[in-house]
C-alpha cells in the first residue's frame, strides 16, 4: 500500500474497505467471507470496526448507490466507469448518506485522495464531481 497517508486515522482502513470491495467485485462470494479472507491475509488497519461498518454499508447500500450515481452521470453510461471509480463512489455515497459521524466534506476529500493513489488520473476530478453532486443534493434533502 505505498502513497498511504498514515496520517488520517482512517485512509488505511478506508483502502482496505476499497480493496476488499473490489474483491466482491470481482468474486462471486459472499461479501462477509471475502472479508473475512481479506482480513486474514492483508488486513494491517488498526480501526477494523470502521473497516466493516464501511465495508457492510456499501455492501447493504450497493444498489441504492448505483441509482444515485447514474443520475448523476451526465453523457456517460454507469457500465464504463472503472471499478476502483464506482467503488469509491460508493463509499462516499454511503458515508455520505449512512454514517452521520463522518463529515461528508471529509468523505469526499478521502475519496479523491484514495483516487489519486489507485485509479486513473483522471478519476480524482470524476470521482469529487459526482460526490459533490451527491453531496448538494443530500444538503437539499436534510
Not at 42 to 48: G, I, K, P, Q
Request: hydrophobic share 35%; proline share 3%.
Amino acid at each position: 500500500m505505498e502513497g498511504t497517508n498514515y496520517n488520517h486515522p482512517r485512509r488505511l482502513a478506508r483502502e482496505s474497505a476499497m480493496q476488499a470491495l473490489y474483491a466482491v467485485e470481482l468474486n462471486n462470494g459472499y461479501p462477509k467471507d471475502i472479508l473475512d479472507l481479506y482480513k486474514q491475509s492483508f488486513n494491517t488497519v488498526d480501526d477494523n470496526e470502521y473497516l466493516q461498518d464501511l465495508f457492510f454499508c456499501v455492501v447493504e447500500h450497493r444498489s441504492w448507490a448505483d441509482d444515485l450515481i447514474c443520475k448523476c452521470l451526465e453523457n456517460w453510461e454507469y457500465g464504463r466507469v472503472a471499478i476502483v471509480d464506482k467503488i469509491l463512489l460508493r463509499m462516499g455515497v454511503s458515508e455520505i448518506y449512512h454514517m452521520e459521524d463522518i463529515p461528508p466534506k471529509v468523505s469526499i476529500s478521502e475519496m479523491v485522495e484514495i483516487a489519486k493513489i489507485y485509479s486513473t488520473e483522471e478519476s480524482s476530478s470524476f470521482v469529487n464531481g459526482i460526490l459533490d453532486t451527491i453531496y448538494k443534493d443530500f444538503n437539499k434533502k436534510v
